[in-house]
């Protein structure tokens, strides 16, 4: 079979809500990724045979085809098609996985899959707020769904107070793994570990002065444990609470995937290969523990185990969904997340999945390491997995 390679990786450093990308229209924004992943690799931009965009809020400023708005915002010829995919949380992880399927069955070669969403300017929920508030029709889930998984809706935050139940972890397992995050986080950002992967933005300060936003937003790096059990619980006597969980965040990212083909033709040198691809679903209740057989199926296809795998991303929507992966995979917890995660870098929902890949893919090179996997839980209880080999 044909491979299919990543040639760019980059994202935006993470806004906080209504903080230093507030001002970037999420179109303007995701196209300055998809600019720069070309000008960096150095290809005629008009190679781009199709930008696969992720986007979760589609609605709002993210709506009428965010992907395609993408390219037009972007330094990129109009021949170049846009689309537009919404696989929850993993949104942009699965647009790798078909950016890749598209080279690998050798009916492109050369495809962008990228993320983007504006946590500030089109709030989580928005896409389907208009509609409630309007009263029109019943919302997403109809009455069949709800009879016939026995709820009234579906929440994530339900399903992660799920997970910390079923697999007994403490309010102070979870708090201790976010104090973590921002540890690592901090020293990342501290020894420069994030520079080639990110792209600056320029944005307007209060005084009118312009500066580049370079540097994470979200990080705490004066955290402590005091500090995060300070926060209150979301729900009496559970053990979530918005220190332990992702933050809301805004930006975007991308990777540019090639064959072999282009490699030679446009004489690009590869930072990764994919080595492996798998998607699965299973229960939307508990919803977010699909990462767990997700990534079983994905070693065991690619007759592989776990102690092969050099680095692993794994999204930290809230705490319980890493721990609770480390323990069933019996994996080891020095190689998962290594600089920081979501708790302490943000989650900017659809750009998260092409975000933790050009993380991954800097790591294992800054590391030495071979192989890297990353998985992202997901709304509806999906999961992605990617296998990449660094090269």
Not at 87 to 96: L, T
Not at 125 to 139: N, V, W
Request: aromatic residues 4%.
């Amino acid at each position: 079979m044909a491979e299919a390679y990543i040639v760019e990786a980059l994202r935006t450093a993470g806004g906080r809500r209504n903080g230093s990308l507030f001002g970037w229209h999420p179109a303007d924004m995701a196209g300055e990724v998809l600019s720069a992943l070309v000008e960096r690799s150095g290809i005629d931009p008009a190679a781009v045979e199709d930008v696969i965009m992720g986007c979760v809020s589609q609605g709002g400023e993210q709506g009428f085809h965010i992907g395609r708005n993408a390219v037009m915002a972007s330094r990129l010829p109009d021949s170049v098609p846009a689309v537009s995919i919404d696989r929850q949380c993993g949104s942009s992880q699965q647009a790798v996985q078909f950016a890749a399927q598209a080279v690998m069955s050798g009916t492109q070669d050369v495809v962008i899959a990228a993320g983007v969403e504006s946590m500030s300017r089109v709030p989580m929920g928005s896409s389907t707020a208009l509609h409630a508030k309007a009263g029109i029709g019943t919302g997403p889930h109809s009455p069949r769904i709800q009879a016939r998984y026995g709820v009234s809706g579906f929440s994530q935050f339900t399903g992660a107070q799920m997970m910390s139940d079923k697999y007994r972890f403490s309010r102070d397992d979870l708090d201790a793994y976010a104090l973590q995050s921002h540890q690592r986080a901090a020293a990342a950002t501290r020894a420069g570990a994030f520079e080639r992967e990110i792209l600056k933005l320029e944005i307007t300060l209060a005084d009118g002065t312009t500066a580049l936003h370079a540097t994470d937003e979200g990080i705490r790096s004066d955290a402590t444990l005091d500090s995060i059990r300070s926060v209150k619980l979301l729900a009496e006597g559970g053990t979530i609470t918005a220190a332990n969980a992702s933050q809301i965040c805004d930006g975007a990212s991308g990777v540019l995937v090639v064959s072999e083909r282009a490699l030679k033709q446009h004489g690009l040198t590869p930072l990764a290969r994919i080595h492996a691809l798998t998607v699965t679903a299973g229960d939307p209740v508990i919803m977010l523990e699909e990462p767990i057989p997700a990534t079983r199926r994905a070693l065991r296809r690619a007759g592989m185990t776990i102690g092969e795998i050099d680095l692993y991303e794994v999204n930290e929507a809230f705490a319980p969904v890493p721990l609770a992966w480390l323990r069933e995979l019996d994996a080891d917890a020095a190689r998962l997340n290594v600089n920081g995660g979501a708790i302490a870098l943000g989650h900017p929902l659809g750009a998260s999945g092409t975000k933790l890949m050009a993380t991954l893919i800097h790591a294992l090179r800054a590391r030495g390491g071979r192989y890297g996997l990353q998985t992202m839980c997901e709304g509806g209880g999906m999961a992605n997995v990617t296998i990449v080999e660094a090269l």
